[in-house]
């Protein structure tokens, strides 16, 4: 089945050259010019991957993925004029899925497509094979993960995680007392191909840590490592 790419770009001949290209590699395109239109359009369309640039004309692309991350997971590819607007990205957890920043080559820019819509297939067929085992719940102190609901509980209690907080709990906690090193965790639980660096592992430690150690600031579960990176303890 041929997959389907939504383009949002403001700007034409970019958004010319990227349908033709995608065109050419056998994608089914659309186009969006604007905030707007772009979120008509997924659901119209309801493409298997997004392309989105931040600066748009009504709604900027931040605006645009928060909306669309209330309904939908459908992957985004960012495309970013500045750094400093991938920090935000980064540091809202926009659920961007990975990005890209201006000027960038047409064959990196097949490849970071290829690659996203490569890992939502694996997600999607990793997600069948574990529905169709028996219930796993992997527990320590007052920590249990279920992952067939994914679900956490911590002292009693239902966390509420964001997707990519769990899948790195998920990780640590069947690595327990292995220490694992940041690119190893980015590998994993980001895949290969995720271009945000190693401080998106920092930042969402952090988080984790805030959600599951009684003391953040000291922690005991999520460990440091220095010069190695992280290790769960229990
Ligand atoms: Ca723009």
């Not at 957890?93 to 690659?115: C, I, N, S």
Request: no cysteine; glycine share 6%; aromatic share 6%.
């Amino acid at each position: 089945m041929q997959e389907k790419i939504l383009i949002v770009e403001d700007e034409p001949s970019l958004r010319e050259t990227l349908a033709y290209n995608l065109n050419r590699q056998g994608y089914l395109v659309e186009v969006a010019a604007d905030g707007q239109a772009a979120l008509a359009q997924v659901k119209n369309f309801n493409p298997d991957l997004i392309v989105l640039d931040i600066m748009l004309p009504l709604l900027d692309g931040f605006e645009v993925t928060r909306i669309l991350r209330q309904e939908k997971s459908t992957p985004i590819l960012i495309l970013t004029a500045r750094d400093d607007e991938i920090d935000r990205v980064i540091g809202l957890e926009m659920g961007a899925d990975d990005y890209l920043t201006k000027p960038f080559g047409m064959r990196e820019f097949l490849a970071r497509v290829k690659a996203l819509l490569r890992r939502v297939r694996l997600d999607r067929d990793e997600m069948e094979t574990t529905q169709s085992e028996d219930k796993e719940i992997l527990s320590s102190q007052d920590l249990s993960v279920d992952t067939t609901r994914h679900e956490v509980m911590f002292a009693g209690k239902v966390l509420r995680l964001k997707p990519k907080e769990y899948e790195l709990l998920l990780f640590l906690v069947r690595n327990k007392g292995k220490v694992l090193s940041r690119d190893l965790i980015l590998e994993r639980v980001w895949g290969w191909d995720f271009s945000g660096g190693s401080r998106t592992v920092d930042v969402h430690v952090r988080w984790l840590r805030e959600k599951i150690e009684v003391n953040p600031a000291t922690p005991s579960r999520i460990v440091t490592v220095r010069g190695g990176g992280y290790r769960f303890d229990g």
